[in-house]
């Protein structure tokens, strides 16, 4: 683009934010913050995809987010989804990208869509539908016009679907942000003065479209103005935007971390997570938002990678489930009450910074009339360490924020955790067939046998090995690969003590072979590495023998620099080796036939309603290829569903004929790397904390409650290499019936108990909380108390050297018989068992 055309451009965008609309908020920004309807605005926002979930859980999670204490909710838009076919297009159900946005607006929320239309999100390509990869001449994300065109029609599409139904804030709707592009700044250097040329070009392209909000781009330090440049990570306090006339924004605060296969579960410490969230408003920051605050579930084909699991868990504030993860979440949203304290003196200036010491930081926002707010940081990772500050004393742990919004009194402590922690329960049952069938419980199955090679009509020969998403187009996970070739009786492979070898390589992700309609082996890739070697011991015999390779991918690849030239399938070479004797023949370059598909795929197995099902026969356990199907009634209750596929090996499986995604319970993490503990002191990454070290990497397969029936339910699975149906069973995940708590005598008094009431501010200590999680629960019986010196976790606490005779009894006073308490954590409540001791109150109480 000229530089004339992208001087105008500006121009006009700086008309459009400066102009005041008669529909509804305007919304500009500043160098302090986002300014919505003339007022600049501390934003905590939270992301949550849409076809990660159903619509029937988008209301709960937009209401769960918003009582955590959120403003915004953001998500990607996932082009894939909605053009899964070039003009052919899709927004119904899980897709319905409208009405969740509606349903944010009807939550009195803010909504930040994020177009991109490149999303990376783990998802599969990336977000870009396969068909764009075959468009003549197209190259993905840098200055080429193929891939311009399509690109800016589809995001011109979706910004006049949300015109349409007056979305943006300028007509009076929820959407007060969008970002164009997605982390291009991480891989740009590899495109070039092109790359550059592409930013520019999106940039106008974006502002062109005249949405009336402001636009961003992530992780892109030359961000064109006015495009506002955002930062991703799992800190960003020491982010400065690249001009003094952007606010400093935070796009992704990374809750957690994905789950592949093959992998141990990543966890992030909330004390650490609210650590980085206060860490950036401390340092100047206005807006930040958590990648993830519900992950959820990556059904269908949708999740990337490869090797992504099906879980999109991220250990975010709300569970796959949709269910309250706690403490993570409850202390988010005093962190979040606490930073709104600050509001009114964090947007009116900027900071600044009294020096207190070595790895300490204060930071403070105070106004010529009188209003003060501040952050008093220890940064260190071992100490803890007793400051002073205007006159007065506090005590910061290592690695913690304190919040005083008066510049006087702490309100918040990142370390210190007043929130209660829910331990949450599973309940396990059989699978329960109909209840109209004469079948014992778990026996109602019925199978069909996928063929072991060719068995499509559209299969075809081409000589060499072929590239499998270039041949496939991603229409299915498997690419059969087979041949049959004459071995000779005197060929030396065949001779006495020689012992033959089937070396094959392949790109990735994964294969599984067959010699003359056996299996022989199988082997696959992992996350960091998807290409596969193996080498499996045959036994061939004279005359024709027949070769049957089935590739296939485990979610396409979605990050990097020229990621969609990613390639996969089986490229060779494929050989016969006689370890015996040194033989070796190449089949690589011979005319090798292609099968893209299943024969159950294309007779549509997955409903379930084929008439080819075999119900008679003995039911084949531990084979390959083989399809099942069995009815079943629904747990009862409304407990969110998960099916446990321990027994089976690798495959997809569909519920009502809706796909919950791959399963892969046989895929185990390596031994080593976890801890029972996490320390949160100190810098996280996606590596530190992780459980689950040794065992499967994903067990539990989430079943949405909205896709059951009572009863009359179809399961159909397809099993690639062997397993037993009758073994899985059904689990509901409950926040279970016991709570905790433990708060020190040194904790600040609960920020809901902050007020103007200067009685409640000189409120003699802390207060530990306990309230039951489903409204009809009361507290029924105290498990444990303890004042004094308690030691453990939840579920596990134990008396220390000290602890109060009385501390039983007054909790249980307190507490029973009421859906929730309240108990101040000082001697005055419990008498003092050890002075000179910095004592603490733990918890555990049972809710029925």
Excluded at 253 to 266: C, D, I, M, R, T
Excluded at 289 to 309: A, C, L, V
């Amino acid at each position: 683009m000229a530089s004339k055309e992208i001087l105008l451009l500006v121009l006009c965008w700086g008309f459009v934010v400066l102009a005041t609309t008669s529909f509804g908020a305007n919304v500009t920004y500043d160098h302090r913050a986002v300014v919505i309807g003339g007022k600049r605005r501390v934003l905590i926002s939270g992301s949550i995809h849409y076809p990660r979930s159903t619509p029937e859980m988008w209301p709960d999670l937009i209401q769960k987010s918003k009582d955590g204490g959120l403003d915004v909710i953001e998500t990607y838009v996932f082009w894939n989804l909605h053009e899964p076919v070039r003009n052919q297009y899709n927004f119904e159900g899980r897709y319905d990208l409208v009405k969740f946005v509606k349903l944010v607006a009807e939550a009195g929320l803010y909504a930040h869509l994020r177009i991109g239309p490149y999303v990376c999100a783990e998802w599969n390509f990336g977000g870009f539908p396969l068909w764009l990869h075959f468009i003549p001449g197209i190259q993905f994300r840098t200055d080429n016009e193929p891939f311009k065109a399509e690109m800016q029609r589809f995001t011109a599409k979706i910004v006049d679907m949300m015109k349409q139904e007056k979305l943006y804030a300028s007509q009076g709707g929820p959407i007060i942000l969008s970002q164009i592009e997605n982390e291009y700044g991480n891989i740009d250097s590899a495109y070039g003065a092109a790359g550059k040329s592409y930013i520019k070009w999106a940039a106008g392209m974006a502002l062109s479209l005249d949405t009336g909000v402001p636009w961003v781009m992530c992780q892109q330090s030359d961000a064109p103005d006015p495009i506002i440049n955002t930062c991703n990570g799992f800190y960003c306090d020491q982010f400065t935007p690249n001009s003094n006339n952007k606010p400093k924004m935070w796009t992704e605060n990374w809750s957690g971390w994905f789950l592949s296969f093959g992998g141990a579960v990543p966890y992030r410490p909330v004390e650490d997570l609210a650590f980085a969230v206060a860490r950036f408003f401390q340092r100047g920051g206005t807006f930040q938002n958590y990648y993830m605050y519900h992950g959820g579930t990556n059904f269908d084909r949708t999740s990337g990678g490869p090797f992504i699991s099906t879980s999109y868990d991220y250990d975010a504030p709300l569970d796959e489930y949709g269910l309250i993860r706690q403490p993570k979440w409850g202390h988010l949203k005093d962190l979040h009450k606490a930073i709104k304290l600050c509001e009114a003196a964090l947007v009116a200036t900027d900071p600044t910074y009294p020096s207190l010491g070595p790895n300490l930081e204060a930071t403070v926002y105070k106004t010529g009339s009188g209003l003060c707010s501040a952050f008093l940081a220890n940064i260190g990772t071992n100490s803890d360490v007793t400051v002073k500050f205007n006159g007065n004393s506090y005590l910061l742990p290592a690695w913690s924020v304190s919040i005083l919004p008066d510049c006087k009194n702490v309100v918040f402590n990142t370390a210190k955790i007043n929130s209660v922690t829910l331990v949450p329960s599973f309940s396990r049952q059989s699978l329960q067939v109909a209840a109209d069938s004469s079948d014992a419980i778990g026996s109602g199955w019925s199978y069909i046998n996928e063929p072991v090679g060719i068995s499509k009509d559209d299969a075809f020969t081409k000589p060499g090995l072929l590239e499998q998403i270039n041949t496939t187009a991603d229409q299915s996970d498997y690419l059969w690969y087979s041949l049959s070739t004459n071995i000779k009786a005197d060929e030396p492979l065949l001779e006495d003590g020689s012992k033959t070898v089937l070396h094959v390589q392949s790109l990735g992700h994964a294969l599984h072979a067959f010699i003359n309609g056996k299996l022989v082996g199988s082997g696959y890739g992992s996350s960091s590495n998807a290409k596969v070697t193996v080498d499996f011991p045959i036994a061939l015999a004279p005359g024709k023998n027949t070769f049957d390779l089935l590739s296939l991918t485990v979610g396409l690849q979605n990050y990097g620099a020229f990621y969609e030239k990613t390639g996969a399938g089986i490229t060779g070479p494929v050989q016969l080796k006689g370890s015996g004797n040194g033989t070796n023949i190449d089949l690589s370059s011979q005319q090798w036939t292609y099968q893209t598909g299943l024969k159950g795929e294309e007779l549509n197995f997955p409903s379930g309603s084929s008439t080819q099902w075999d119900s008679k026969s003995t039911l084949p356990k531990l084979q390959p290829l083989v399809w099942y199907k069995t009815t079943f009634d629904a747990p009862a209750g409304s407990e969110p569903v998960a099916i446990d596929f321990t027994g089976m090996g690798k495959g997809e499986a569909w519920v009502n004929g809706q796909s919950i995604g791959r399963y892969w319970p046989t895929y185990v993490s390596q031994n080593g790397g976890c801890t029972d503990s996490c320390n949160y002191r100190g810098a996280y990454s996606s590596n530190k904390c992780l459980k689950n070290c040794g065992k499967p990497s994903q067990s539990l397969y989430h079943v949405p409650r909205s896709w059951l029936k009572s009863s009359g339910n179809t399961l159909v699975l397809f099993e690639e290499i062997g397993g037993d149906p009758t073994k899985i069973s059904f689990v509901t995940k409950q926040l279970g019936s016991s709570l905790c708590s433990h708060v020190t005598d040194s904790h600040p008094l609960p920020v809901d108990m902050w007020g103007s009431d200067s009685k409640i501010q000189r409120k003699p200590g802390p207060v530990l909380s306990l309230e039951c999680p489903n409204p009809n629960q009361v507290i029924s019986s105290i498990k444990f108390a303890s004042f004094g010196t308690p030691l453990g976790t939840c579920g596990s606490f134990s008396r220390g050297r000290c602890s109060s005779a009385r501390s039983l009894s007054v909790v249980r006073q307190a507490c029973v018989g009421s859906k929730s308490c309240s108990i101040g954590v000082s001697v005055n409540t419990f008498g003092d068992p050890c002075k000179g001791v910095m004592k603490s109150l733990a918890v555990e109480a049972s809710c029925t």
